[in-house]
């Protein structure tokens, strides 16, 4: 979500708008899509286990790779937004430092496995709901249509831009699987259930647009990567509001994230414990100090790249179950074709 303001400046606000109307519909399709595959799958699987039931040894295992680098690269991605939410808490801290602190305290818990820490998801959801009503409160009371109006409807230089990031910050397949199982421990119908998916999906779309707008209007001096740092508020006790609840969700995620990419390196790659425990520690610590500065280049490669492929994965295990027609096979190309950008962009033009 984080990174939306500053990819829809640069591409310009009509492009970045019309990306989000499409690629809503598109996880929307995906996440319908994955549910009829856990409905009419028996037994209870993860991620890995439906791809190596519908697609065999190779899917399981492109599903692995997806899932777990994914999970590290969405890590390191956190460790960055921390600097900017620690800076409206404690101003002079150096941005490493910052950055250090906050990976101990999600590090810790992943170390010490507290899982039931990681059932959160409501104060998380309410958090961030908390954050963005005070973004566009303010912002409200500021309105500078000027500021929208001055902003560029397209540019054709950086038109793909907000592709990778969006796809991050629409990515919802993980929730399915909890959403089916509330839905059977309450006699809920697939019907209900399907809608329940619809409105969970295009909700954070509309969501979306409210913190672009307000972003836009509450930086004066150029909306930046992380939309926290360019920020003017005009009351601090806003700005550390919204750094304690900042930390508290990325940190509740980070945890959450860790305890999941632990359980993958155990027993998906069969690692002892204490070097799963070992790698989930320090690659994302390793991943932010290699390049703690290009958050939407992180944003754009988990996005683009991982969660594209994780998306194919789920279309073709559908298209197992019954085929997807032309839909289908038009969604998977404009995941192939936006991993080809993706994957040219950042290892071969950067």
Known sequence: MFGLPFVFVKSGLLTGFLYLIFFAAVSLAIHLMYSDVITATEGKHRFVGYAEIYLGFVGKWAAVLTVIVGLFLTLAIYLILSVSFMKLIFPGLPPDLGAVIFWIMGSGVVVLSLARLANFEVLVELAMAVIIGILFLVGFTRVDFQAIVSQPLVNFNELLLPYGVLLFALSGRAAISSVREYCVKNNINNTKMRRAITYGTLAPAVVYILFVLATIWLSPLGVTPDAISGL???????????????????????????????????????????????????????????????????????????????????????????????????????????????????????
């Open 232 to 350: 003017e508020l005009g009351w601090p006790g806003a700005a550390y509001i919204i750094g304690i609840l900042g930390i508290s969700v990325i940190w509740t995620s980070y945890f959450f994230l860790g305890l999941e990419a632990k359980d993958v390196l155990r027993y998906d790659f069969k690692l002892p414990d204490t070097l799963s425990l070992t790698l989930v520690v320090l690659i994302p610590v390793l991943l932010y100090f290699y390049n703690s500065n290009d958050l939407i280049t992180f944003m754009g490669i988990a996005g683009g790249i991982f969660l594209a492929l994780e998306s194919i994965i789920v279309v073709l295990m559908r298209n197992k179950l019954k085929p997807v027609g032309l839909r289908g096979y038009f969604i998977m190309l404009v995941f192939l074709v936006g991993m080809f950008y993706e994957i040219l962009k950042n290892f071969f033009l950067s």
